[in-house]
């Protein structure tokens, strides 16, 4: 949540915090779909839902996985009996080649920006427009692998990146300055845009703004991230999206897939480790099951950071062994084009060799300039062996749980891209975020850890995320685990199978489209991290020496969206007219803080500081520099925001301090 503050607005005095149009899209707490274990509706929200549904005359509960490397969008069909509903993955008509349209289940998630010279007139025809604004998809990917320069990928993973302007036309970020670019925000509007486009083209009758539609996000993704999502919906017309964190939905999956006999594979005192590696993040969460009133329930307790650590990382660690290759054969210094074509080659070679237990090599062509080569090409092959060798143990090395993420102090100066992990070993991240939530079960009945456990034992897994399609990676990465349970002697964890792990996360959506209508069980959600505002004390001034900082807990952990807290019995004083500093922390192990909790010292792993941010209060009337005594509350929004509220105790008027979306000015 980093570098999210930005901008004040204004309230009314005693204004509603939940002012949002009922229409608008919003992150959704799980608290809101119904806890039923009978497949009936049992608590009031759901009703409430249910009814919402109906007086919109929604026939469909629609699920978009808007991920990094491909889009996906299932849906059921609302309309029919509660034992008749099943789950369909729409085939996505795209280009996959000039003038060539094909269903295809996944919608690649990049866009090509073609030379006018590229594409003739008449090859860009999809079924519902004659002249595309870009060219997304198969296509795409297609012919950026061939011309790089010109290709936008990874824009979900930008959307999370507090260093960039996501409304900036920043991407491709290595084009040259005769290549027009695009925002990360436009690229992930035309993906919508291009599911939007196609739904419509297949349910006429039925369009998609008006169905219930479920769009995912990585669990760690923080509110700006979340609000961008939400505002690329909007901007295409879906102002009614929903999110809903991917970890979730690819359990609600696994739940819709075992067609009610789920309850037959985990009890109560499990915990599930659920383990998402995508195309360019790797998210970690722990969903724990218990019982309420005889019934079992699903209670997420903790989500990782956000890793941007993938199959992305993979690929380009492929291409630089093959480059390092091909340059010792030719004699050749690659450029960095060719590397990103090697990038995309070695993607699809390494895809055929995990899928056949039979293919040692895969032959790798990359376009040169150079008229001295052989049908101005390079080629190499990438081998079964330096698949194993690079992947398995690169990015899963066999490691002690006790083992920590390097970290490495930066260069200073840096050239513009994606903050990748350090680290690229998978298996730390996992053995740190592992010890670090060994707290996570403290509150939980039945979930009993033994005394000299130095990490949370899962006792479930399951997979998501296309890179663990792979079984020499998923079953690499089971081994890791047991062996570290087995250490301690607790039991090895179970894989929950049969998840689809391209089509889980979509799947997953629109099956909790109709949970919120009270025909599934819930996952409770909440807040998965305490968040504090710094709040300097009121020192003479000493040379050497800054005034001393407390943080101040403003949202406690499993704090509910939509809902707001006031810090009690506390006045502070706030400065108005004149540029000021807000410090905002974060932690995800401190879990018995409540709101008003003071803290005079920390560690670093017990707090992040985040982004701070300089802004100035307006005046409205009042002097410049004058210190105002007021109050706090803080509200978690429905679309995962924190704000923080100020509120004169002299005349209750109210300033707001809410995300920026690090969106500049329209």
């Known amino acids: 949540m980093s570098g999210l503050f930005g901008h004040i607005k204004k309230n009314e005095p005693e204004a509603n915090v939940e002012s949002d149009e009922n229409d608008d899209a919003h992150d959704v707490s799980d608290?809101?779909?119904?806890?039923?274990?009978?497949?009936?509706?049992?608590?009031?929200?759901a009703s409430s839902d249910t009814d919402s549904v109906e007086n919109k005359g929604t026939a469909y509960s629609v699920g978009i996985?808007?991920?990094?490397?491909?889009?996906?969008?299932s849906y059921v069909d609302l309309s029919k009996d509660e034992d008749e509903l099943t789950q369909e993955v729409?085939?996505?008509?795209?280009?996959?080649?000039?003038?060539?349209v094909e269903d295809k289940k996944q919608l690649p998630s990049f866009l090509y920006l073609a030379h006018e010279a590229e594409i003739a007139e008449g090859e860009a025809v999809l079924p519902w427009t004659e002249n595309p604004d870009y060219l997304v998809g198969d296509i795409a990917r297609g012919l950026g692998s061939k011309t790089p320069i010109r290709l936008v990928s990874s824009a979900k993973s930008w959307l999370c990146h507090a260093g960039v302007d996501c409304n900036e036309p920043i991407l491709p970020s290595e084009a040259p300055d005769d290549v027009d670019k695009i925002s990360p925000f436009e690229a992930t509007k035309s993906y919508l845009q291009h599911m939007k486009e196609a739904w419509g083209n297949q349910h006429p009758n039925a369009p998609l703004q008006e169905q219930d539609l479920i769009i995912t996000v990585p669990a760690s993704f923080d509110p700006a991230a979340r609000e961008l999502t939400v505002e690329a919906a909007k901007a295409v017309g879906l102002n009614q999206a929903l999110l809903l964190e991917e970890p979730?939905?690819?359990?609600?999956?696994?739940?819709?897939?075992?067609?009610?006999?789920?309850r037959n594979h985990v009890s109560v005192g499990d915990v599930i480790l659920v383990i998402d590696v995508g195309g360019g993040t790797t998210d970690l969460s722990l969903i724990a099951v218990t019982d309420q009133g005889g019934n079992l329930e699903l209670t997420r307790i903790a989500v990782?950071?956000?890793?941007?650590?993938?199959?992305?990382?993979?690929?380009?660690?492929?291409?630089?062994?093959?480059?390092?290759?091909?340059?010792?054969?030719?004699?050749?210094?690659?450029?960095?084009?060719?590397?990103?074509?090697?990038?995309?080659?070695?993607?699809?070679?390494?895809?055929?060799?995990?899928?056949?237990?039979?293919?040692?090599?895969?032959?790798?062509?990359?376009?040169s300039r150079g008229s001295s080569l052989v049908g101005g090409t390079l080629r190499s092959e990438l081998t079964r062996e330096e698949v194993d060798s690079v992947l398995v143990t690169g990015f899963l090395p066999a490691v002690d749980v006790s083992d920590k993420p390097v970290s490495k102090p930066r260069s200073g100066l840096?050239?513009?891209?994606?903050?990748?992990?350090?680290?690229?070993?998978?298996?730390?991240?996992l053995a740190a975020f592992l010890a670090k939530q060994l707290s996570a079960v403290d509150d939980l009945e039945h979930v009993n850890l033994p005394k000299n456990a130095t990490f949370l034992h899962p006792t479930a897994i399951l997979f998501n995320g296309g890179v663990l399609k792979a079984d020499v990676l998923s079953e690499r990465l089971i081994k890791i685990l047991n062996s570290w349970l087995v250490s301690e002697q607790a039991p090895e964890a179970r894989l929950l199978e049969g998840a689809d792990l391209d089509l889980a996360v979509a799947k997953g959506a629109a099956y909790y489209g109709v949970v919120r209508q009270g025909k599934g069980v819930r996952i409770k959600g909440g807040t998965a991290a305490s968040y504090y505002v710094g709040v300097e004390s009121a020192m003479p001034a000493v040379p050497g020496m800054t005034p001393e900082v407390e943080a101040l807990c403003i949202a406690p952990f499993g704090m509910?969206?939509?809902?707001?807290?006031?810090?009690?019995?506390?006045e502070f004083g706030l400065v108005i007219g004149e540029p000021v500093r807000f410090r905002f922390f974060r932690s995800n192990i401190r879990r018995d803080d409540h709101v008003g909790t003071r803290l005079d010292y920390w560690t670093d792993e017990e707090l992040e500081e985040l982004d701070e941010i300089e802004i100035t209060l307006p005046e409205e009337g009042r002097t410049a520099g004058e210190v105002i005594p007021v109050h706090l509350s803080?509200?978690?929004?429905?679309?995962?925001?924190l704000e923080l509220h100020a509120v004169s105790q002299q005349d209750s008027f109210r300033w707001k301090i809410e995300f920026d979306v690090r969106a500049g000015e329209d």
């Open 31 to 45: 608290e809101e779909a119904a806890d039923s274990d009978d497949d009936s509706v049992s608590d009031e929200s």
């Open 304 to 367: 990782g950071d956000h890793i941007l650590l993938g199959g992305d990382n993979m690929d380009l660690a492929l291409a630089y062994t093959i480059k390092a290759k091909m340059e010792q054969e030719s004699g050749n210094r690659l450029e960095a084009w060719q590397v990103q074509a090697l990038m995309h080659a070695c993607r699809d070679a390494k895809e055929k060799i995990f899928n056949s237990s039979d293919l040692d090599n895969v032959p790798l062509v990359v376009p």
């Open 560 to 570: 509910e969206e939509g809902t707001e807290e006031a810090v009690p019995d506390d």
């Open 65 to 73: 996985d808007l991920g990094t490397t491909h889009c996906v969008l």
């Open 90 to 100: 729409m085939a996505i008509p795209q280009l996959t080649s000039p003038g060539v």
């Open 634 to 641: 803080a509200a978690i929004t429905e679309v995962g925001t």
């Open 414 to 429: 840096r050239t513009k891209g994606l903050p990748y992990a350090q680290d690229a070993g998978i298996t730390r991240h």
């Open 248 to 262: 979730q939905s690819a359990l609600y999956s696994w739940i819709d897939n075992s067609l009610g006999d789920w």
